[in-house]
């Protein structure tokens, strides 16, 4: 009996190359357990024969090459068949040539997700697996956030922070699947969250007319929810602006709050204890002019002044002196205005007693985020139905609807108002205007933000509610009993002096309305007609006339 022994030769590959550099990995051969031989698709095979199981082999060479190029992926077979016997002998190779699949897998942990990443919480593990349908995986391979690629190990991840694997896997025959990559953000924190206090003395003293809000921030996840109490009731949910507090009692009180991420990492309680004196308050600042807060920010106009009251039921006033964006602290005498910039600013104020006593009596108080809104709204807006450009003039019909739009980035749109012509009281803008009657108008438009700066707009156009002008000419003349002959021709035409004729269509005696592309002819003898024509011009006004007239007996 003789034997066949197919032996591979090795071709070096460039391996695939992204961010992470993978390794080497060459083109190989290997003989499972059950005796298959398998190798690496691309690579050539060689024939060596011998006349004895294990003996001395000698190549094997065809008339053509000395290998064979195996034709891609798949299971391949050299065959020998005896003429005598009509038996066959066959040899099987397995020719490899596509990589394994890896999937990645997080789990263990909560999961937030926002448009662009992933958050996961505490416990979690990543996993890696792969297979290979042919030759088996040999190998899964990991980089983290920058580091070489190394054989996989399952992963407990328990340290916070922006994550970043690439991965891939190799087969027994050398084939490295082109590197997948997974990035996340583990969030191990919770939020942090803090009491404001609007008005309150340096003896934690607060009035009704303070103000009690929470500022909340989670630098990952972001917060999901903060909750609060006071004293021992149950915690309710915080949902932003300032907390209703003025039912509680005139005494002692305690306010505890915490919050929760979206990932579920709760933040230790924290509590702050004040007296709510509800008789008169100690210190307070009075907006004078535009004021408008949304959440924890207040806005006001460059008109706005800031006044400062100071009131103590004990040794009494010496000095109230503030400070505006942490400058140095001036005396208080009057109302004043902040700076003349768009932005954010803070003031802090303090009043010192008659006994100059810093310490005890002294306090500090600081009104939280200003924002000095200068500018009024953007205003823009557009027509709503039939409109025809003549010139730099617009005609619009009176289907025609004006809609305007307005928006304010800051202290945002408190409400567009209109007039016709540049006289007049304003209207309120709610929904599309309807035009006026004919004629040439000017509509001016204004925007006011919740700190009343307002801008203007206006905008000029031409109302047109006429139809165009029918004529109507006939070919030959009428005879002497005012009958027309039949092969008379009648032409229709229209006119228009604003915007121009659009197109012209009839209907004789009743029948089906035609648009008008010829002139009318082919009438019969001796018959009344009645030819009702509608004209339209560029706006879709339409008028309408009738030419009646009877044929002759030629």
Known sequence: MKYLFVAGLL???S?????IQQLNHEPKRFV????RYYQQASMPVYLLIATSQGGETMPLKSTKAAGIELEGHGVHSIKHQNSITKVADEFLIFADGRPPTTNISLKGAPLFRTSKTEFYGNGLEVELAARDKMSGLESIYLSTDGQNFSSYQKKSINKEGNYHFYYYSVD??????????KKFTVDLSAPESYHNFINISSESVISVNSSIYLTISDSLSGVGKTYYKFDDEEFKPYRGGNIAFKYLSDDNHALTY?????LGNEEEEKSVEFYLDKTAPILSADVLGDKFIVGQRVYFSGRTKLKITAVDNKSGLKEVVYSVNNGDYAPYEAPFYLPNRSGVHNVKFRAVDNKNNAVDDDFEHSIGVIYVDLTGPSLNHSYNGPTFMKADTVFVSPKTTLAIKGSDPESGLKEVAYRFGRSGEEL????PISVPGDGFWELEYFGYDNVNNRNAKRTLFVVDSDGPKIISQFAAP?????????????YLGAMDNEVGANQIRYSINGGKEQLYLAPLRGFKKNKKYTIKVTASDMLGNESSDHVVFSTGRY
């Open 15 to 19: 391996s695939w190359a992204q961010e």
């Open 32 to 35: 499972d357990s059950t005796g």
């Open 258 to 262: 915490y919050s929760v991420d979206n």
């Open 11 to 13: 071709c070096a590959i």
């Open 172 to 181: 027994k025959t050398g084939n490295a699947e082109k590197t997948k990559e």
């Open 478 to 490: 009428a005879n002497s009993e005012g009958k027309y002959p039949s092969y008379t021709t009648i």
């Open 428 to 431: 309120n803008y709610e929904e």
